[in-house]
């Protein structure tokens, strides 16, 4: 089994910035899975937003230069700096990890609980 919790969510300001922890464990975890991160607004789909593998790392057009995605492989952590926040990256942000870096959540087995995010304008 593999569990992901992630943390620090919250609300912020137009223009602030937020960074999401997940933290990975579980017997079957793999430091060799990629991870990322999802999120779903409000009457949306829920879309790709980040992902990393030790080859690099993928990032939605709507969010490249303001979202840095991190891994710390020791911790089994992936990080989610997020800067410039607008109102519309309001969202439930969910971790997710796979043997593979996809961009379809159909492709990721594994999911944390999800965090919300509030950018208020």
């Known amino acids: 089994q593999v569990q992901l919790v992630e943390s620090g969510g919250g609300l912020v300001q137009a223009g602030g910035s937020l960074r999401l922890s997940c933290a990975a464990s579980?017997?079957?975890?793999?430091?060799?899975?990629?991870m990322g991160w999802f999120r779903q607004a409000p009457g949306k789909e829920r879309e790709f937003v980040a992902a990393?593998?030790?080859?690099?790392?993928s990032y939605q057009d709507a969010v490249k230069g303001r979202f840095t995605i991190s891994r710390d492989y020791a911790r089994n952590t992936v990080y989610l700096q997020m800067n410039s926040l607008k109102p519309e990256d309001t969202a439930v942000y969910y971790c997710?990890?796979?043997?593979?870096?996809?961009?379809?959540?159909?492709?990721?087995?594994?999911w944390g609980q999800g965090t919300q995010v509030t950018v208020s304008s």
């Open positions: 997710v990890a796979s043997s593979g870096m996809y961009r379809e959540d159909s492709a990721y087995p594994y």
């Open positions: 579980g017997r079957t975890f793999s430091s060799n899975y990629n």
């Open positions: 990393i593998s030790w080859r690099g790392s």
